[in-house]
């Protein structure tokens, strides 16, 4: 590279990639950051919480997220992020969102991944910053871009492990509450979480089936498991959220 194409010394990038690659489950906490976060999975599935929120991103969709927000990442498989310079944020979305990556945007974030960082101050990496900026302007929201949240509120319905992990004993428990109790709590569930107490589980059962169909479980399977009493009903349920079928969203990202 010529002198006249070096960027000023000491003079960070404005883009940085890193690839994290695990066989089994990982756990990771990244505190906030000036930086702005695109987070994807070029295989398996990663569950994002940020403050009460919580995602789940398949290799189909990434997650943005913009300064200073604080998130823990739970995956298996291999997880890519991007981070870009607090400047250039200002031409991206200021809240979290999903989004839907589109096949030239996928071979991008490759070669971004490959370089490592960009400097848009030397030609030839700008002209690729500048191509992956337009893309990530241009952002379309996926259909499942609202997060599953969390509730912390006292004695409320059950928790997301809860109903998560026990969604076949989480009706019957909640049922077995006496009515003014239930009335009571579901006031205080949907201060919390902006859902009802239903609408909220039937959310995180979806948002557990996505990381369920990642692993390799089949529709049937899965449906089960998130406690549906048939394939017809979950796959019903599961693509008025999602946007497709489960054996849709189940596909290897090309």
Known sequence: MSKSRQPPAQSPP??????????????WKLNGT????????????????V???IW????????WLPQR??????????????FIAAPICRRLPATPRVIQVSPLLRELLRRVCTVGTLDRRVAEQRRL???????LVEMPLHPSSSPCRATHAPAAP?????????PHTTPIRW????????RTLERLFRAETGLSFGAWRQRARLVHAMTLLADGLSVTQVGTAVGYGGTSAFVAAFRRMVGVTPGRYALPAR
């Open 51 to 53: 403050d009460d929120a």
């Open 69 to 82: 927000r604080a998130q823990r990442a739970a995956w298996r498989g291999a997880l890519r992020q991007v």
């Open 158 to 166: 059950p928790t997301s492990s809860a109903a998560i992990r026990r």
């Open 14 to 27: 404005q883009l940085r990639a890193v690839s994290i690659g695990f066989s089994s489950g990982y756990h």
């Open 175 to 182: 049922r077995a509450t006496p009515a003014p109790a239930r």
């Open 56 to 63: 789940a991103v398949p290799p189909q969709q990434a997650l």
């Open 129 to 135: 910053f500048d191509v992956l900026l337009d893309e």
């Open 34 to 49: 000036d930086w702005g976060v695109l987070t994807w999975a070029s295989r398996g599935v990663i569950r994002v919480t």
